[in-house]
Structures are given as C-alpha cells and as structure tokens.
C-alpha cells in the first residue's frame, strides 16, 4: 500500500487500532500526535518512523524530543503546533482519533488543507456539524467515518439514493447496566461502570457507554454525517454489538452491517476505501449466538432523550451537553459525584444555556468553556438530593 497516514490521538484506543491496521497494511505513517503519553510515543516514533510527532503538553514534548534525539523524527509542541503540523503534513489520509472538543480545531484544519480525513471524534460533529461540513465542501475534502456505528450507516447508504431513505437505526450495546432503573444506578462504582460487555475502550467513552450519553452524541452526529433530521434516526438495543447499525429504504427492506465488534474494522475501511482487502479481524460467526434488539429505556438512561433535545433544538446545545457531560464524567471518575448526578448536572447546564441558532467557532469555544465552569460548580450543590 502506497497510501501517506497521519494519526491524532495515536496513543488512544482507537489511535493504536488504527496504526495496528496500517502496519498490517503496509501504510506509510508520516504523523503521530498525542496529548502527553510519551512512553507510548517513544514506542511509535521507534516503531512506525513518523516525520512528525506532534505533543501537546508542551513540558511532555520537551521530554520526548530528549528521549528520541536519535531519531530522524521532529517533535511539534503544544496544541496549536498539532493543528498547524497535520494541516501541512504530507499524508492521503489523516485519522482524527482525539478525544473530546479538542478534536474539532485539527478536524477544520485537516478539511480546511483539504485532505481525506478518517473522523473518529464525534464531538467534532457535535460541536460544529454546519461548519464542519460547509469547510470540507468548501475545500473538496473528504469524510469518512471512523465511529462503528457511522461506518456501518455510511456503508448501508451505498444502497440507495438518500431520497429513498426512511430512517438509520443506530444500534447500542445497553452498557453494563442495561436492565436497571434509575433508582438502581444511583450508588454505582466506577468499577462496575467501566466493566463494558463488549468493548474495549477508554474511560471517558466507557462512562458515556454506560449512561447512553454515547449514544445521544451518535445521534447529533449522524445528523451531520448523513444530512438527516432527528426525528429519522432510531435507536435500537443490541447486546451483541454484531449489527453495527442499520439503513431502513422506503421500501421497508433494512440493509445491516455486521461484523465482530472490533474498531480495526472500521479503521481499515476508512483506510482502503473505497476498496476492501484482506481482514485484520476475525471472521464473525453468525450461529454462535442469536440476534436481538429492544428499544432503550429512556427513563433509567436520560441522557438519551436530553441529546435528542439538544439535537431538535440546535445551536449551542450540543456544544453544553458534550462539556458538561464532559466534566462530570470526569468529576464522576474522580469519584466526586455519583453515576446519575452525571445527567443531573448535564442537565441543569442545558437548561442555563442561552442559546444561539447559529453560533461561529468563537461562540462554541466560548459556550464550550462557560458549559464546563457551569458543570464543575454544580457539584457544590446538593444536586445529588435532587435540586435539577
């Protein structure tokens, strides 16, 4: 393969996969960037040969252009040194696997370069969904979804003519609560929450798994992604997280995508596109164990309909979901607030948010900030005995 990669997040779950894919691939990896883990970095440098390493924890960049002086690899400091090396680096491909808001400026800068980017960072969508997009047309660029689920309905969609759509059926695995009230989940651990039955991912994204938030940001996102109102995307259960998602035609036939659940699937199909190759993952066993699907319970998870709420309203919602929840999920894993104070605290933030129908990348960045502080206060509060 004579294809150029760049790779943001490198160090992530899902930055790993992806350079797991390339070199079993035999892609060319010209860019790595990570926040500040620079044991995994040194790794990377010594194993894939990058031209750039972009880090931005600026104390953590010094530390590993010692560590690697010896390599022909240059160290980028600081996060703007990221935005500015991946929309000058020399690659067909760039994969945005960062976690969180920070990866919607390299997002813009990767489609404002006009290059193919792979997007594994929904909040990129979240965020700025109209800008997003209106940059890649602008600039000719192209977006592949990286997400399994958006894979799977960017795979479906090539069976029909988006006028022919009736609706995409998102599918989610029900987290490890599934099954539980409300009331029950008020006392969860960590531990238990971060017990995923089927993937294996990061903390953060693990948590929104488990409160469904995950599946609300999917749903903003394949709103932009796909060019389709909130009201045609569905949401399925799937313990068995084989369906990925699923594209339902006028015609009321359904065109799934199914695999074994592993993120290499994806990474590969952004990376080949729009041709296959041989599988770096296992071959799926349809008779191991049945199928089944069942609607959500949106009483026990909130912080489903709360997405869909932000989605049907717009503007700056999305952009206060993604960061309160954002921080109290991180306050959650702190272990300062319990499992349900995580939808509490989104959303009273939700609900003091003044809104702006068509906010720039200033209002969002702004929106973003005041959303966290807002979130991070709430905690004082005695939010827990119910003051939402």
């Known amino acids: 393969m004579n294809k150029k990669i760049a790779v943001l997040g490198s160090t992530g779950s899902v930055g790993t996969q992806v350079l797991d894919v390339c ?39 010094s530390l590993l252009a010692v560590a690697v002086a010896d390599t022909d ?8 040194g990221m935005c500015e090396s991946v929309a000058e680096c020399d690659a067909d491909l760039v994969y945005n696997a960062v976690s969180g808001k920070n990866g919607l ?48 309905i960017f795979q479906c969609l090539k069976n029909g003519r988006k006028s022919e759509v009736k ?63 909130c009201d045609m995307i569905k949401v399925l259960i799937h313990r068995q997280s ?30 080949t596109y729009p041709e296959r190759s041989t599988a770096v993952i296992p071959e799926l066993d349809l008779t191991a164990a049945p199928l089944t699907f069942c609607e959500p319970d949106v009483k026990a998870f909130p912080m ?19 960061a309160a929840n954002e921080a109290a ?13 995580i939808y509490r605290i ?7 948010t003044n809104n702006v129908a068509d906010p720039d990348i200033g209002e969002i960045l702004e929106c973003d900030k005041l959303a966290r502080c807002a979130a991070y206060s709430y905690k004082e509060t005695s939010i827990s005995d119910g003051d939402t």
């Open 304 to 322: 489903l309909s709360l997405a869909r709420h932000c989605a049907k309203e717009g503007g700056l919602l999305p952009c206060a979901y993604n």
């Open 329 to 341: 999920v991180d306050m959650y894993l702190r272990g300062q607030i319990g499992f349900n104070d």
């Open 346 to 352: 989104t959303e009273k933030t939700v609900q003091k």
């Open 242 to 271: 084989v369906v990925h998602s699923m594209v339902e035609y006028i015609d009321n036939s359904v065109i799934a995508q199914l695999s074994v659940p592993d993120m290499r699937l994806p990474g590969q199909y952004a990376l």
């Open 73 to 80: 690899t240059k160290i980028v400091p600081g996060y703007d």
């Open 167 to 229: 609706r995409i059926i998102l599918t989610c695995s029900g987290g490890p609560f599934f099954g539980r009230s409300f009331e029950e989940l008020e006392g969860v651990t960590v531990a238990a929450t971060l017990d995923h039955p089927t993937w294996s991912m990061g903390r953060k994204i693990t948590v929104d798994s488990a409160t469904l938030a995950n599946k609300g940001l999917e749903i903003i996102e394949a709103m932009h992604l796909f060019g389709v109102g």
């Open 105 to 152: 400026l390299p997002t813009l800068a990767v489609l404002g370069a006009g290059k193919t980017l792979a997007l594994a960072n929904k909040e990129s969508m979240v965020l700025a969904g109209k800008i997003v997009n209106r940059t890649a047309k602008e600039n000719g660029a192209m977006i592949l979804p990286v997400d399994s689920e958006h894979c799977a």
């Open 23 to 61: 070199e079993k691939l035999g892609a060319r990896v010209t860019l790595i960037a990570a926040k500040s883990n620079i044991r995994l970095l040194e790794e990377q440098i010594r194993r894939f040969k990058p031209g750039v390493c972009a880090v931005e924890d600026e104390a953590a960049a």
